[in-house]
């Protein structure tokens, strides 16, 4: 009777031996992607989505509208050899490496192992007669499988974890190959602004060679006093000042070019003057919050970030149960050479092995409240980039908008400018107009041509932010989406009381 109810106490106890410590309730998940489609995108974004049709955000090589085929060479060398797009692969490797790593865990493991010792047995030691206290052989050759039950998908789940955060670098990648592509074009928009800016000046510079050689034409009639040729004169040195650091900046430019394309400074010496005159509009989506979701690569590679920290999540909850591993062995043991080969030196066996982890004091909890944590990390860092992929838009939509309204009027303020000169020269040479009032209107006329340059530049730049805003060229394939809504329906929001981690699971 007593050996009954010994038995039947057993079950019990091993009960709660084995799920006693799959306590971790009270431990969860606090944040929730955002919906993009439910923020208030604001009227810059709202009106420019009700004004386009259904259209692409960005098109195949979004940097050849700005039709320069030397831009377009520099982007094609920068995404081949720049040092940090190899630096990017190389990220990926890693992280494949490690999904390689963490994907072994599903498969069986065999190994083989040997030993030939030669050794001194004791003489009142576990070696028997007549062997004991000899210099003998003890030869072992092993071969051993084993595979571990994946019963609560705990190497599963750190498997797919790993896949995520392979996807995650790799749309870091296109992350920076964006970022870089964007850089050269702003770049390269710079340096066509200044060769604007120098033609301007060079302009400048002629006309005012021009006025100096009349007024010391007019001063040698006795038209002119002495000043005017001093004051002319004076106006020359100022301008070739301008010209030198302006074909400083070019060069600057130049090696900015050849680095972000992974060249030598050499190569920028080689950049020939240009002048981009194309405006590019971008195509808007209707729906511009829901399709940047979709197209920014750092918010698609931040939705793979959420799915890897839920599934570790998922690999914490699994520590808390008991792992089972199945084994087998099978080789020969003998302690001489002759004997090693034959049939009496067969050793084998197999089993379980059961891992149960009755108490670890917090440990699990405390790893489970790191990975939820992490989940909620992850998705806070999703929200802020979704937020701020909006602001973005918005900045960008309502800088090419004022840029264009600037561009009309500081047309008229030129062509306003240019005639007031004209006028102004014209009286100049007939002796009717004086010399302050052709310096002057020259100074205005260059100061409008100057503005409309550096208006056009930030047209075209904004543009450049703006296609990166909206992902260039990128199209998600991952279908990131569908695994973002999978995460959060493993892991949905609940209270999170305080975690005592010294406490036994």
């Known amino acids: 009777m007593s050996r009954v109810l010994a038995k039947c106490s057993i079950a019990p106890m091993l009960a709660v031996a084995l799920f006693g410590c799959a306590d971790h309730g009270g431990i969860g998940t606090r944040s929730q992607p955002v919906d993009a489609n439910a923020l ?33 060479g520099l982007v094609e060398l920068a995404v081949a050899e720049s040092p940090d797009l190899r630096i990017a692969a190389d990220r990926i490797a890693q992280a494949e490496a490690a999904a390689g790593t963490a994907g072994a865990a599903l498969w069986p493991k065999f190994d083989a192992d040997a030993k030939l010792v030669r050794v001194h047995t004791s003489k009142v ?44 670098a790799q749309l870091d990648a296109r992350e920076a190959r964006l970022s870089l592509q964007t850089s050269l074009v702003r770049t390269y928009i710079r340096l066509s602004l200044g060769f604007a800016v120098r033609e301007v000046l060079a302009d400048t510079l002629a006309q005012q060679q ?21 004051e002319a004169e004076a106006q020359v040195a100022p301008v070739r000042v301008r010209l030198e650091q302006t074909d400083n900046n070019l060069s600057t430019l130049r090696n900015q070019l050849a680095a972000l394309s992974g060249q030598g400074p050499g190569a920028g010496e080689a950049l020939l003057h240009t002048a981009l005159l194309s405006q590019p509009e971008a195509e808007l989506p209707s729906n511009i919050p829901a399709v940047l979701i979709g197209r920014r690569p750092d918010v698609v590679a931040a939705r793979w970030r959420v799915q890897a920290a839920a599934k570790n999540i998922d690999v914490a909850k699994a520590q808390f149960y008991p792992s089972l591993n199945l084994s087998l062995f099978a080789g020969l043991q003998a302690l001489s050479f002759d004997k090693l080969f034959g049939g009496d030196a067969v050793t084998y066996g197999a089993g379980p092995a059961i891992t149960l982890p009755i108490f670890e004091g917090g440990r699990l909890r405390a790893n489970l409240a790191g990975r939820s944590a992490d989940y909620d990390l992850a998705v806070d860092r999703y929200n802020a980039n979704v937020i701020q992929a909006l602001q973005q838009v918005a900045d960008q939509i309502a800088a090419v908008h004022s840029d264009a309204r600037q561009r009309v009027q500081a047309q008229l303020a030129l062509d306003a400018a240019q005639k007031a000169y004209d006028q102004a ?28 340059a550096q208006i056009d530049a930030s047209q075209l730049d904004a543009q450049a932010v703006l296609m990166q805003a909206l992902g260039g060229d990128f199209e998600d394939d991952t279908q990131s989406a569908a695994v973002l809504q999978q995460a959060v329906a493993r892991h949905p929001v609940v209270a999170v009381p305080a975690v005592d981690s010294g406490a036994a699971p």
């Not at 092993?142 to 955060?165: H, Q, T, V």
């Not at 014209?426 to 409008?448: E, K, M």
């Open 40 to 72: 208030d995108a604001g009227t810059e974004i709202g009106g420019a989505a009700a004004a386009a049709s259904a259209q692409n955000t960005g098109a195949d090589r979004w940097w050849q509208a700005y039709g320069d085929p030397q831009l377009d």
């Open 210 to 230: 021009q006025i100096l050689d009349i007024t010391r034409r007019r001063y040698a009639a006795g038209l002119a006093p002495l000043l005017q040729v001093s």
């Open 425 to 452: 020269l014209i009286g100049f040479r007939a002796g009717l107009t004086d010399y302050l009032t052709v310096l002057s209107t020259q100074t205005g006329l260059l100061t409008q041509r100057q503005s409309l």
């Open 125 to 168: 030691g576990e070696t028997p007669p007549p062997l004991n206290g000899k210099l003998i052989w003890d030869n072992n050759i092993d071969f051993n499988l084993s595979y571990e039950l994946d019963l609560w998908g705990k190497n599963r789940s750190g498997w797919e974890a790993a896949l995520g955060s392979v996807r995650a």
